[in-house]
């Protein structure tokens, strides 16, 4: 059913959104119709990413050359000593262009932390075991934790990155339906879990190697020994599936369900209101059993190695915190979901020899290409950004001027959160707007000694709280159309006016428990809080 369902709602989303771009109720001249018009008019003329970073890279190339024959210098707080900017158009800086470009791009910190965990993820997925997951956990759920269902499966459903916004919003439409309850609100109730709780998760994900990967790549060029691991943010991150749940199934059955109202299938196309939510199979629940048992075993072997005092996965001083066991998380999981992901290949006759392993990973890598491209130029941004001392010169000024206006602590911190939600909407990739404010703000805030990890996460808050509301959302379209079958007088507004209490209250909720969450001075991650020399 479901291939079926993407490739039909492809194909009536690309004429929708024709009509809809012409279509005079969609285009009220209201004062936030205006605003999204203007955001999607301004986003629209950006560069692609990868461009993106290609003039960035000619930009710092060209202003690192001219402050640095100004002979510019500045003083390094840390070590007291004086640094100049170092001009790239010279002997020394075409040849570290020449010299570092590979190494720049094999030794992006990123790169391999997040392949490797696309071997395991993506081959539960291509298996069909998160699909599987999904739709269990939604169909399987009580009918009062319906919303509930819905909107956790979706905040864990980006285990498997982009497919959770192509599975969560139809299907829970569906449920939705059958339940007697309208449809759209199932699709915003999806579509706010999946988008504006991207970020988190009760696992390490993709997104906590991508990110904690550019966090350490940039911060190492202020402090060479800092790390920062994909679980520096778990503690809060865990903490914030729960309060997503339950803070998205208030504002759906609160405010977007009374203000939708009753749902008249007359409004509908037949061809969803008498569609029927594919059961699944025997063999398919049988797969996802044999799965959760070998999943135990799998985390049973870990829990043996780990908690005991003597565990073998322990530090040399018998604690967690400096241990194999979090310095080697990455490969920890890859092999969980090869054994869950096999587990449920086999008895679904998906695998069926040792080399269709190998080929199911191979397919999965080849959604990572447009990233691997990406990356290439982003590891060169970067670098030439850190060699050339740009990012520790504007670091350093960044940080004095925040000083001397006495704007420091929490409040400067949250206006870095409102910065970058703004931000958010006119760059959706998260990854890349990371990697755009990543090298000036850990830099100035690490200057300011706070923890590039608690940088990041106020950075993870803001750019998963507006994903749902920036036009520039790649499956705002399809979502659009989705919402266009269940009613046909649904258009830009329908959909902007019912997620945009999901992006403004997450965002709000979620800086008030960042400012809590601090203020009591607990851990964000493993042995990381606010301040590096805490």
Not at 21 to 27: I, M
Not at 276 to 292: D, F, H, S, W, Y
Request: net charge negative; proline share 6%.
């Amino acid at each position: 059913m479901l291939p079926l369902f993407k490739e039909q709602l492809k194909t009536f989303a690309e004429k929708e959104v024709c009509d809809l771009n012409n279509s005079e109720d969609t285009r009220k001249s209201t004062f936030f119709m205006k605003i999204l018009d203007w955001i999607e008019k301004m986003g629209n003329k950006l560069p692609h990413p990868f461009m993106l970073f290609v003039y960035l890279a000619l930009a710092v190339i060209l202003i690192s050359s001219i402050i640095g024959w100004f002979g510019v210098s500045f003083e390094d707080p840390q070590s007291g000593e004086t640094v100049a900017i170092r001009p790239l158009l010279s002997v020394s800086g075409l040849e570290y262009i020449l010299s570092s470009m590979l190494d720049n791009f094999t030794g992006f910190a990123p790169l391999g932390l997040v392949l490797v965990m696309m071997f395991g993820i993506g081959l539960a997925q291509k298996v069909g075991l998160m699909e599987t997951f999904m739709k269990k956990t939604i169909l399987q759920a009580p009918k009062r934790f319906v919303t509930y269902a819905v909107i956790g499966t979706g905040i864990l459903g980006n285990l498997a990155s982009d497919a959770a916004f192509v599975i969560i919003p139809p299907l829970a439409a569906m449920v939705f339906y059958a339940l007697g309850r309208h449809p759209l609100v199932g699709i915003a109730a999806g579509f706010a879990g999946v988008g504006a709780g991207f970020t988190a998760n009760v696992m390490i994900t993709g997104t906590d190697a991508l990110l904690s990967g550019i966090s350490t790549e940039v911060a190492q060029t202020v402090n060479p020994d800092i790390t920062v691991s994909p679980v520096d943010n778990w503690y809060f991150m865990l903490f914030s599936v729960l309060m997503l749940m339950i803070i998205g199934a208030w504002i759906t059955e609160r405010i977007i369900e009374p203000r939708l109202g009753t749902y008249d299938p007359k409004l509908g196309d037949s061809s969803v209101t008498t569609e029927t939510v594919e059961k699944i199979t025997p063999e398919k629940n049988r797969a996802l059993r044999n799965a959760g048992i070998f999943g135990l075993i799998y985390a049973a072997i870990a829990a043996i190695l780990i908690v005991p005092s003597n565990g073998i996965l322990r530090g040399e001083d018998g604690g967690v915190l400096n241990s194999p066991f979090l310095s080697n998380i990455i490969p920890i999981i890859l092999f969980f979901f090869i054994t869950v992901a096999i587990a449920y290949g086999v008895t679904v006759k998906a695998i069926k020899k040792p080399g269709d392993v190998p080929d199911f990973m191979a397919s999965a890598m080849k959604d990572m290409a447009g990233y691997i491209v990406l990356i290439f130029a982003a590891s060169q941004f970067i670098s030439y950004f850190g060699w050339t001392n740009l990012s520790s010169f504007l670091a350093v000024a960044g940080a004095e001027t925040l000083i001397s206006a006495d704007f420091t602590g929490l409040p400067v911190l949250v206006g870095f959160i409102l910065l970058a939600a703004v931000l958010n909407l006119f760059i959706f990739s998260g990854s890349a707007q990371w990697a755009l404010m990543a090298p000036i703000f850990i830099p100035m805030f690490m200057y300011l000694d706070y923890n590039p990890a608690f940088v990041q996460l106020a950075y993870r808050i803001a750019d998963s709280s507006t994903n749902v509301i920036t036009p520039l959302n790649p499956y705002v379209p399809m979502v659009l159309a989705l919402m266009k079958r269940y009613d046909s007088r649904s258009g830009f507004g329908t959909l902007f006016s019912i997620m945009l209490p999901y992006a403004l209250i997450f965002l709000g909720i979620w800086i008030a428990i960042f400012i809590i969450w601090t203020l009591i001075g607990l851990p964000i991650g493993p042995g990381v809080d606010m301040y590096l020399n805490s």
